[in-house]
């Protein structure tokens, strides 16, 4: 295990090799090491905490294996330098805040492993233009996209459940395709329930 907080705060620190032994990596453990920039998570890893690489904004690229099926809140809040990411297969959730503000971000696959998207899990990421959400997929979280510069998204048939605005602020989307979705309607802008009784989204046409 590496305890919560071990390297907090470690700005300096540019590389650091994980042993084969860890198998949880700890709340806030490198919180802040702006120094880093690349990390290799080993197999041994089966969790990691909340926070646990929050504001590591030099890291542009992490690797996570399938051997992790939990990933704490906010682990990545704040990487502004990540690029790319990979969700194993073995995560069935993504949590809240996951990767909150993360602006470099431009691309992310999220497995058919996934079910739930929780609240502000990409929030603030105003470099991601395309997300795929796959047909796992039943819940999505408030705001999970909120500020993202996607410009279409396709909610699958899976999906019974989103909560309020989830896509506030994306100012470039343009089409919300819920075709083959039985719960939600799409119509003159307004994403809905199938029994209009909620409208989830109103879409912004300027």
């Known amino acids: 295990t590496i305890r919560e907080g071990a390297f907090h705060g470690c700005a300096r620190l540019t590389s ?4 084969n032994s860890v198998t949880y990596i700890g709340f806030s453990a490198f919180d802040g090491c702006n120094g880093l920039k ?9 969790s990691i ?20 099926s939990s990933i704490g809140e906010g682990a990545f809040f704040k990487c502004e330098g990540l690029v790319t990411v990979t969700i194993p297969s073995s995560i069935t ?4 805040n996951l990767f909150s503000e993360c602006t470099g971000l431009t691309s992310v696959v ?13 929030e603030g990421c105003s470099g991601l233009k395309s997300v ?8 999505i ?14 909610i699958p048939k899976s999906v019974i459940s989103i909560d309020g605005n989830p896509f ?15 719960n939600l309607l799409f119509v003159d802008g307004l994403l809905m329930d199938s029994k209009m009784t909620q409208i989830i989204y109103c879409l912004d046409r300027k």
């Open 16 to 19: 650091i090799v994980i042993p």
């Open 38 to 46: 690349s990390i290799t998570i080993p197999n041994s890893v089966t």
């Open 49 to 68: 905490g909340k926070e646990a690489f929050e504001d590591c904004k030099g890291m542009t690229s992490i690797t996570i294996p399938d051997t992790v």
């Open 93 to 96: 959730s993504i949590s809240r």
């Open 110 to 122: 999220i497995p058919n492993s996934v079910t739930e998207i929780g609240g502000w899990a990409f």
């Open 132 to 139: 795929t959400i796959p047909d796992s997929v039943q819940e």
């Open 141 to 154: 979280g408030c705001c999970a996209f909120f500020g993202c510069q996607i410009a279409s998204i396709k």
């Open 168 to 182: 506030a602020e994306c100012e470039n989307l343009n089409e919300i395709d819920v075709s083959g979705n039985s």
